[in-house]
């Protein structure tokens, strides 16, 4: 089994078409089933007025299907605590989810600089 249980992740949901909300669920596995998991965890969502991803912030259960052709998924170390991951603009030049303490994802989608 490639995905197991309390494995916490990072998702970019693909948009499908132009002016689609541009989402991000941030979770940790609850159970699995393949590909298939039940997880508990935060979504964002890109405000364009600000230009920024907004935690929403009540947590939520989802059922995802990971191996969905219009997901990006990384996993994320145990020792991150995803109450604590933002979105930060590094050095102006690329947006990362950061806890601030040392964990740094890179989540570009599309080139090196933003």
């Known amino acids: 089994m490639l995905i197991k249980p309390d494995e916490k992740f990072h998702v970019v ?13 941030i979770g940790k596995v609850d159970a699995v089933e393949g ?7 935060y979504v964002f969502i890109y405000e364009e007025m600000s230009a920024q991803y ?4 009540v947590p939520r ?8 052709s219009g997901y990006i998924v990384n996993f994320i ?4 605590n ?21 964990f740094l994802l ?5 080139g090196t600089k933003r």
């Open 106 to 110: 890179d989540i570009n989608e599309f």
């Open 54 to 57: 907004v935690k929403k912030e």
């Open 35 to 41: 590909s298939v998991v039940r997880a508990t965890g």
């Open 61 to 68: 259960t989802t059922v995802l299907d990971l191996a969905e």
């Open 82 to 102: 995803i109450d604590e991951l933002r979105y930060e603009t590094i050095d102006r030049t690329y947006l990362a989810l950061t806890d601030g303490k040392g």
């Open 13 to 25: 949901m693909r948009r499908h078409y132009v002016g689609q909300v541009q989402r991000h669920f």
């Open 77 to 80: 170390p145990q020792t991150v």
